[in-house]
Every structure is written in C-alpha cells, then in structure tokens.
C-alpha cells in the first residue's frame, strides 16, 4: 500500500497537511464547495485534463503572487507619492493602461506599468471583436480573458489577471472599446 505523503492528503482533503497557512474556514463555504467539486471531478479527467489544471493551477499561483508583490510595490509608490504630495492619491487602473500605435499600423503595443507587449494588427483587430461582440460584460471578459490565455500568455506575465473577474480585465475591454470603434 502506497505511503501518505502531504501531497496525496492535500490532493484528497484539499488541505495540506501539518500547515496551518490558510485553515479551511478562513477560506470560506465557497472555496470549500469549489474543492470539493474539483476533487470530484479529477477521477473522471485524463492525464492530458490533469495536466491542464494543474499548468492552469501554477499560473493562477504565479498571477497571485505577481498581483501581491504589484499590490506591495504599489503601496510604497502611493506611500512615496503621497509624502510628496502629502496625501495618498492611487492611480485608478484605466489609467495604467495605453495602446500606442506604430506609424505604418502594422502593430501596437499596450502599456501597463512602465512595461509593453507588442500586438499585431490582426490580434488587435480579434480583440476589438472580442470586446465589442454580443453578449454580458461577464461573458466578453471571459472571452477575452480565455483568449489571452489561448492564444497570449506572454500578457499574464505583464498584467497579472486572476480571472475574468479581474479589475484589470475590465479596465482592458474598456480601454479597447474607447480607444477602437468596430467597423
């Protein structure tokens, strides 16, 4: 018979074992009822399913730690800021955001931070499509969210989006529905 490790508890209980990092109910009914479904949906996935989860898993880890240290370096800006200023003044998150064009249009670069990433025309053209397109607020963030993911995963690296609940989503499809008219 297979040893217990951690992993295995954790994989059977959602909890790691002999940690005390986050209890269960600091985490609330909500993430329970979520790991409890995961959990039952795992013995039905191939390797291939598994082995989506769990690189999708690993980014939003990845995006929650980039978020946290934004969110501490942020705090120390607005703190520097604000002493000069002598107040505190956070920049809203539109404001973070800017497309710039190349001369000949063949690309343009969305700016987040002091940072950039380079998009084609084409891909920009699919995101105005995907922004514009029918359907709920909900559903176009998680159209371009998904796509992102699809087809540009290189944009989590510069703009830390968790999901497509994310501020940063909806500050993106706002920026490309006000900086782009669909024809």
């Given at each position: 018979m297979a040893k217990k490790t951690a992993k295995t508890e954790k994989a059977k209980t959602g909890k790691a074992a002999g940690k005390n990092s986050k209890k269960?109910?600091?985490?609330?009914?909500?993430?329970?009822?979520?790991?409890?479904?995961?959990?039952?949906?795992?013995?039905?996935?191939?390797?291939?399913?598994?082995?989506?989860?769990?690189?999708?898993?690993?980014?939003?880890?990845y995006n929650m730690r980039v978020d946290e240290l934004n969110k501490?370096?942020?705090a120390v800006d607005a703190g520097e800021a604000g002493q000069k200023r002598?107040?505190?003044?956070?920049?809203?998150a539109e404001e973070?955001?800017?497309?710039?064009g190349t001369e000949?249009?063949?690309?343009?670069?969305?700016?987040?931070?002091?940072?950039?990433i380079m998009f084609s025309r084409s891909e920009m053209?699919?995101?105005?499509?995907?922004?514009?397109?029918?359907?709920?607020?909900?559903?176009i963030r998680e159209r371009l969210y998904n796509w992102f993911?699809?087809?540009?995963?290189?944009?989590?690296?510069l703009v830390p989006m968790k999901d497509k609940f994310d501020d940063r989503l909806k500050a993106l499809?706002?920026?490309?529905?006000?900086?782009?008219?669909?024809?």
């Open positions: 269960t109910g600091e985490k609330g009914d909500e993430w329970e009822s979520l790991a409890g479904e995961l959990r039952s949906l795992i013995p039905q996935l191939d390797s291939e399913g598994l082995a989506f989860l769990v690189e999708q898993a690993k980014v939003h880890l501490a370096a942020a002598g107040r505190l003044t956070p920049k809203p973070e955001f800017r497309i710039d000949s249009g063949s690309s343009y670069y969305l700016h987040y931070r002091n940072n950039e053209i699919h995101l105005v499509k995907i922004v514009n397109a029918e359907g709920t607020n909900l559903e993911d699809r087809e540009r995963k290189d944009i989590f690296a499809v706002a920026l490309f529905r006000k900086s782009f008219k669909p024809r």
